[in-house]
């Protein structure tokens, strides 16, 4: 039965929606009653597409059946072509997070090679990619490949090793000294302006090729520069030029051949079982294997092998990867010809996308697909291990507290203040003993009149504030609250538990000083020897959440610090530190912003008064 659903105060049914459906290009979004998002796709033609999920089906899956009876509204939004609503489609899922969704997650947080974007470039190793303008050249799974690529590269060029940023100014200013790099011929001393921002680049760009696996080319340059050096009688510059070429033999002998065509390519395949599957991408540069990416997706038993590969090639490519001229899928996609357009524009090349049925390219493929097979057992084998392993020391606190589960999940707060002031409170989750931060919250206390200190009424707004989002948002429930204080914290948490209709998750209280154990409706605490290993986990998740609350607390006062610095500068009040905090971001960036950069704010004048303040205030540092 078709729902009615309310949109900018008119009521239309789904059916008057779907009739009204352009037959365009777009993406189109499902809300159940309460305008929870359910699901977010994309499509060629929005009415067939959208149309298809009413139509009655036997394909459907359960999932999917169970999702279209929630369905109660409709949002679409056109675009001009499939490559607009590729790219809304994605961002809109990593933002918005919905239910039905297939979920991607990294198999694991891979090591990258960065070259900075900086007048004289580091070359590191780092783990987080960042959108800085920086080049990135990964992931390596492979620790002993990523050692090898830096040696080489480190063992070839002089490449600085220091984390200053060097330019002009600094040169000019000579505040950098030549360090050891310098003296035993590991560097050309660019701290000290002794090789020239030109020359300097020059050999990060040979860097760059070395990390790209563009090898051969490079290779034939140092050779003719090593015959034009030896023809010129220069035999040192020869010999140096000769090692290198050395080095990059035994670089290339390192790596294993894959493709005698020497041929720059990714391929792509992925493997599946039940609701889980996982996706690899094989990185091919001149016919050897530099890498390999893979992500696992869960929720996918309504999915098509094409939208999976579909879904990681958009998460991949779309993270600042090199992307080559050829990618090899295992099937056919609908959307090859938009994806092919789609990843020549972030290229600015030709990228071809083939699906071969015979030849050399089929072994590539297979040799994926074993790759991404062994991978998903794996990591199943290791979901499963984690699903049956309990730590003991949650079966001792099951026992201890006569608990009727296992508390696999379990939820702390605390309540922090100062004197009155920023009263905040903090909830840390452990999950099977161990903590999980991506769950962690904080809470500004707003119940509270400035000044007031009520520990109690604290805690009862938190906990009802924390489990009516839970109740809203369908999370997971605890399996125990502990909240940090005595009986009277405890019952204040109980009522709002009551109130939310919850009083069933068990709960208990954590009193500081006898470290007493309070549960509902007993009035005498549990006492637990204090080498008792469930006493040690509720002490740990308790400081655990004390420490946050602090920490928490402590930026809010630093804040308010900070910003009452800046009122304290004359002419500037409450409304103009507003201003200059939302435009900067803090008050260190408005602390060393030019005049004329915070003349744009808040005046000429006053830009000057401020410049003076930061100015005198560091003289007195000094």
Not at 86 to 98: A, D, F, G, M
Not at 242 to 253: E, F, G, P, S, T
């Amino acid at each position: 039965m078709i729902q009615k659903a309310k949109l900018k105060n008119k009521d239309f049914t789904l059916s008057e929606k779907l009739s009204s459906l352009p037959h365009l290009p777009g993406v189109y979004l499902f809300k159940n009653e309460k305008n929870n998002l359910l699901y977010i796709g994309k499509a060629i033609d929005l009415k067939k597409r959208v149309s298809q999920y009413f139509a009655f089906s036997k394909n459907h899956s359960p999932r999917i059946k169970v999702m279209i009876e929630q369905i109660a509204d409709l949002e679409t939004i056109s675009t001009k072509n499939e490559i607009e609503a590729l790219i809304l489609e994605s961002n809109l899922i990593k933002e918005r997070n919905p239910r039905y969704n297939v979920v991607l997650r990294d198999g694991k947080s891979y090591p990258y090679i960065v070259i900075t974007k900086e007048p004289y470039p580091r070359v590191f190793v780092t783990r987080r990619v960042l959108n800085d303008g920086a080049k990135y050249f990964g992931p390596f799974t492979d620790l002993f490949a990523l050692r090898t690529s830096l040696k080489t590269v480190r063992d070839i060029f002089k490449i600085r090793s220091c984390n200053y940023f060097i330019d002009e100014k600094s040169i000019e200013s000579k505040k950098i000294k030549v360090c050891l790099d310098y003296q035993i011929k590991k560097c050309d001393g660019p701290c000290e302006g002794l090789i020239s921002q030109n020359k300097y680049n020059e050999m990060i760009e040979n860097v760059e090729q070395v990390l790209r696996g563009k090898i051969s080319s490079l290779r034939d340059k140092l050779q003719i520069e090593m015959k034009n050096s030896a023809n010129q009688n220069k035999f040192e510059d020869a010999a140096t030029q000769r090692d290198k070429i050395k080095a990059l033999d035994v670089y290339i002998n390192k790596q294993k051949v894959l493709d005698l065509k020497m041929q720059d390519r990714d391929v792509v395949s992925i493997a599946k079982q039940e609701s889980d599957a996982c996706g690899i991408i094989l990185t091919i540069r001149e016919g050897k294997l530099l890498g390999k990416r893979h992500y696992f997706m869960g929720n996918i038993l309504a999915s098509t092998d094409e939208e999976l590969i579909e879904l990681m090639m958009q998460k991949y490519y779309s993270s600042g990867v090199e992307i080559p001229n050829e990618i090899i899928l295992p099937i056919e996609i609908e959307s090859i010809k938009s994806m092919s357009e789609y990843l020549t524009d972030l290229k600015n090349d030709s990228v071809k996308i083939i699906s071969p049925k015979k030849g050399d390219k089929i072994l590539l493929i297979k040799l994926a697909e074993q790759n991404a097979k062994l991978l998903l057992n794996e990591y199943l084998f290791h979901k499963i291990k984690i699903k049956q392993t309990v730590p003991h020391v949650l079966k001792s606190l099951q026992r201890d507290l006569r608990l009727e589960k296992i508390p696999k999940r379990i939820e702390c707060f605390d309540i922090s203040h100062f004197q009155g002031s920023e009263t905040v409170a903090s909830l840390v989750v452990l999950e099977n003993g161990k903590p999980k931060k991506s769950d962690y919250r904080k809470f500004k206390i707003i119940s509270l009149a400035s000044g007031e200190v009520d520990d109690f009424k604290s805690i009862r707004e938190v906990v009802f504030r924390r489990y009516k989002r839970v109740q809203n948002e369908k999370l997971n429930l605890p399996n125990l609250i502990i909240i940090d204080g005595g009986k009277g914290q405890l019952s204040s948490a109980i009522e709002s538990l009551e109130k939310l209709n919850l009083q069933n998750i068990p709960i208990i209280s954590l009193a500081k000083r006898l470290e007493e154990v309070f549960i509902p409706n007993q009035s005498e605490p549990i006492i637990l020897p204090k080498t008792s290993s469930s006493l040690k986990l509720l002490q740990q998740i308790r400081n655990e959440a004390h420490r946050f609350a602090v920490t928490f607390h402590s930026q809010l006062r630093s804040k308010r610090t900070l910003e009452t610095e800046l009122e304290s500068i004359n002419g500037i009040g409450k409304k103009r530190v507003k201003e200059l905090i939302e435009t900067f971001g803090s008050v260190e960036k408005v602390r060393h912003a030019t005049t004329e950069q915070l003349s744009k704010i808040v005046g000429e004048k006053l830009a000057q008064k401020i410049i003076l303040y930061f100015s005198d205030n560091e003289q007195i540092e000094l």
